[in-house]
């Protein structure tokens, strides 16, 4: 510096303005290198320049100052440089700057967001803890073409929510009416919170809004609980309308607090006039319980004691049904009464059903008693303790006379009434009943009032429980006496008809074997005249007469034959038995019957299988049974006009060969009886050929059987098991 007027000698603290002279650079504060090289560098640069600095005093004190140079040359080639001194008002705009920054503090403290609006509605300000919250500034939010109180709604309100407070907001704004609402506000993590917000002009002396300004706090713990809460509420509603109770609440003094809608569903809302205990139960209860249902509870609630109620509840309709009604008193903290709960229940069908099982149990009581037999129920260990009147009658006395003496009950009850030669084993088997749990059965002789004894039929069932112990012993005792001596009555009476039946049976076995021989002792005859004719004709006719008696000889040999496996037959015989095919014992027994077929005009269609399994039989017996079920085959078919024909199919089952013999008769009138000794259907019949055919077929390990024939007629069926071959 070359020249400095008085005013910056003044401002410097110098002493003259020789004293200031010299470099500028030498006032410059340590440390504000940086503008000291741009002053330098616009000043070598011939550049006008103003900055505020801070400089030093003569004295060493600091002061603001705006700095400020001309462009070079301006006057006489030199550069202009001007001071003014600003210390004063650095000073006041630090002041200033303390203040706001103590409010920017104080307000970034206060739990809550707070902003603020210009009178149009554009945001402004938003303080730290907004800005935090929500992400972004006041400002940060453009969008071409709408307005910035809209973006910024869109941008961190919940789309659920923007429509409402955007026409709230635009309202107030409008109109200057005082904003608030709860929303929910997007934090910067995309988390929806609900806030309550509020915001209020802020008006100069002519009314005119300057600022809007804001608040909006954090209530989303508030809004949650509040949420659970109702949802807790609901819940605990929906439990007692879902359980099958119907609840009312009482304040200690009587008043009525709390009507469930089960029971007003039920039996209506209370009247106007209802609004204490006193006064519901009065009109709902039926007269008839309602004296002693009142005093149970006027009882409850003067000792503070749970009670139960039980009576008829008037409904909607007029009706009554019974309900159960629990008491129970809620306590504070001082033991207290401060609420009292009742909760009733509907039990109609329980008590319909009590009263219908009291019904249950004088009927079944009236059975016992009535029921023609004595009824006796004991302990588990076999003591009586009922008996029914029929009982007692017989025995003549009452239970409890048994009482106080030195046997028991039930011993004493035996040995007065128990036959003494039944008295050891009636208790025996009560013994063994009484510890195996098994049933009781036994006949016995029991005195009766007047002294006689008469026959009972005794049974004992043990009654269980649902683990299975016996919890009673059910006893009854039937009067036999009649039934016990008929049949001993009925058994002479068989023993006689016994007797007489194996006479009559040994007639009949008799006229059966006459019966089974009378066949070949027939041909015997027939064939000796013819041989007696033979002999006698003229000329001689040795060789027919050759063959008569070779006949005789045959009829003779199958006769004795007949015999012999009668014989066997009834001793179980098994001698003759062997390996065969029965093809050819079948062969055998046509041949027999062939001229008897032939004089009864009858056709026999055989039908054996081929290469038939061998069976063991006994060739004889065999052919007697097939003998036998083809004449009685063509003996059905005597009264049948047209075309006659006997059926004979002979085939495999299994391991089995079966043979069936059909005929076209009139059927079998009684099947089930026919194969019976001695019945028959024949005018002249014995009843015994197909009983001996069932027991030569079952002696062979086979079955013998009848059944229908279609369309018309009888068929019998037998069956003989094969020859099974020996494992090697």
Known sequence: MEEVN?????????????????????????????????IEARYRGEEVFQEETRVARMDGSVMDVVFAT??????????????????????????????????SQLVNMVPSYLWRLTPDGVPNFFNQRLIDFLGLNAGSVNVEGVHPLTAVIGAVVHPGDVTRMSEALFHSVATGERFSMKFRLRRADGVYRWVEGSAEPMRDDDGRILQWYGLSHDIDDLVQAEEALRHSKQQLEQMIEAVPFSILSFAPSGEMTYVSKRYQDQAGAPTAQIKDFDALVREMAHPDDFPTMFAQAKKGFATGQPFVNRFRRCLKNGGYRWIEARAQPLRGADGAIVQWYFASIDIEEEMRAQEALRERERFLWQLVETLPAMIDCAAPNGEPFYRSQQLRDFLGYELEELDGGEKSRLDATLDAGVHP???????????????????????????????????IETRAAPMRNDEGAIVQWNVICLDVDREVRMQEELRLAQERLARAGQAASLAELSASIAHEVNQPLAAIVANSHACY??????????????????????????????????????????????????????SEACSLVAGEALHRRIRIDINVESNLSPVTVDRIQVQQVLINLIRNGMEAMDSVAGEKALHLRTH???????????????????PDRIFEPFFTTKENGMGMGLAICRSIVEAHGGRLWAEKNEPRGARFIFTLPIVTKAAP
């Open 6 to 38: 008085q005013h910056i000698v003044d401002m410097f603290g110098a002493k003259s303005a020789e004293e200031m002279c010299g470099p500028i650079t030498r006032y410059w504060q340590p440390g504000l290198a940086t503008i000291r090289h741009s």
């Open 70 to 103: 001309a462009r070079p040359g301006a006057i006489a080639d030199k550069s202009l440089v001007g001071f003014i001194d600003i210390t004063e008002r650095k000073k006041a705009e630090e002041a200033l700057h303390t203040r706001e920054r103590e409010f």
């Open 421 to 455: 030669d039944d008295l050891a084993g009636v208790k025996e088997q009560y013994a063994l009943s009484l510890a195996s749990g098994e049933p009781y059965l036994r006949k016995h002789r029991l005195r009766r009032f007047d002294g006689e004894y008469r026959w």
């Open 533 to 586: 004719r033979w002999l006698w004709a003229d000329p001689v006719n040795t060789e027919r007469a050759k063959i008569a008696t070779e006949r005789v000889i045959r009829d003779a040999n199958s006769a004795a034959e007949v015999v012999s496996r009668i014989r066997a037959l009834f001793k179980q015989s098994v001698e003759n038995k062997a390996i065969l095919v029965l093809s050819d014992v079948i």
């Open 652 to 670: 495999r089952v299994g391991d089995e060969v079966q043979t069936e013999i059909g005929d076209h008769g009139n059927g079998i009138a009684f």
